[in-house]
């Protein structure tokens, strides 16, 4: 853990989570109006963790889908998982 290293909650399937991170560098908080779906990269890159497109007048930020990514960790948790 480092001095950057905080706990961000975020909410899957209607409960909140802590997740521990290196480092935040910005909260946004991007209308509605302003998310795109998630482009398609074809067969070179999976999309499926991307949740949109969030759009500001600065930038564009790629949004990630946290329920997929949970569930994929999960997923992964347990396939690695030796029984005692």
Do not use: W, Y
Not at 28 to 52: T, V
Not at 57 to 73: F, G, K, Q, R, Y
């Amino acid at each position: 853990m480092t001095e950057e290293t905080c706990i961000i909650v975020v909410e899957v399937k209607g409960t909140e989570i802590g997740l521990i991170v290196d480092r935040v560098s910005e909260v946004r908080h991007i209308e509605q109006a302003n998310i795109e779906d998630a482009p398609s990269f074809g067969a070179l890159l999976d999309s499926d963790f991307l949740l949109g497109i969030g759009k500001t007048a600065e930038n564009v930020i790629m949004l990630l889908d946290i329920e997929t990514v949970l569930h994929d960790v999960a997923r992964d948790n347990t396939a690695d998982a030796q029984p005692f």
